[in-house]
């Protein structure tokens, strides 16, 4: 069997895994905590299908490889959602409003950016979610999620620039391996601001 773009598949699935392990090894509790495993599975999900397209496009049909990456560009809409839905439930407790627009704006990107099959639609509902997510960062000194924030918006900036170290290994691989090491950054600084687990207490 052909493989389309071996190294996007393999680092796909390889980010899919981590974020699918690190979800269950989160060990934090609360209402913020569950949102942010959710974040870190339905990115698990969107890694996946992605890999899933890029890997194997020589043996999908166009109508299967089109609901593929529709349903990539919908994971990847409602994982972004979920950041900031962590990010405004821990640091803006009660605010039961923002969470709503926080609703609204993933529906928004579902309805607006999804069916035109362009991950820059994906982009635009990403960036101001994670200039949120980086602005309620920096006003609690949570050093490590802002940096896990800028390494995903390098990662951003990676992707949109196509740079590619080799020819083998291109802007999508080295994407992925960026966001990798953003998705640590901010497990490990979620770890620091919630609350640990129930099991985990007097550890």
């Known amino acids: 069997m052909t493989i389309t773009e071996p190294a996007t598949l393999i680092t796909d699935w390889l980010l899919a895994a981590q974020c699918t392990v690190l979800a269950r090894r989160l060990g934090c509790d609360g209402p913020a905590a569950r949102l942010l495993r ?17 890997g194997f496009q020589l043996h999908l049909s166009a109508e299967a490889s089109h609901w593929i990456w529709t349903g990539t560009l ?21 605010r039961t409003l923002l969470l709503g627009a ?18 820059e639609a994906v982009l635009a ?16 000194g949570a050093r490590l999620i802002v940096a896990s924030q800028l390494v995903a918006i390098l990662g951003a900036a990676i992707q ?18 960026v966001q990798m ?3 640590v950054l901010l497990v ?13 207490l007097g550890a």
Not at 125 to 139: M, Y
Not at 188 to 199: C, D, N, T
């Open 181 to 183: 090491g953003a998705i």
């Open 160 to 177: 949109a620039l196509e740079l590619a170290p080799h020819p083998a290994f291109n802007h999508n691989d080295l994407f992925h391996v």
């Open 38 to 54: 959710l974040h870190l599975l339905v990115a698990a999900v969107g890694a996946f299908l992605g890999g899933l397209d890029h």
């Open 188 to 200: 490990r600084g979620a770890r620091e601001v919630l609350p640990p687990a129930a099991a985990n």
């Open 74 to 94: 919908a994971a990847l809409v409602v994982a972004s959602t979920l950041l900031l839905a962590f990010a405004v439930r821990h640091w803006l407790p009660g």
């Open 125 to 140: 509902l990403w960036v101001p979610s994670t200039a949120a997510v980086l602005v309620l960062a920096a006003r609690s």
């Open 102 to 119: 926080c609703g609204l704006l993933g529906l928004a990107g579902l309805v607006a950016g999804v069916p035109t099959g362009a991950f």
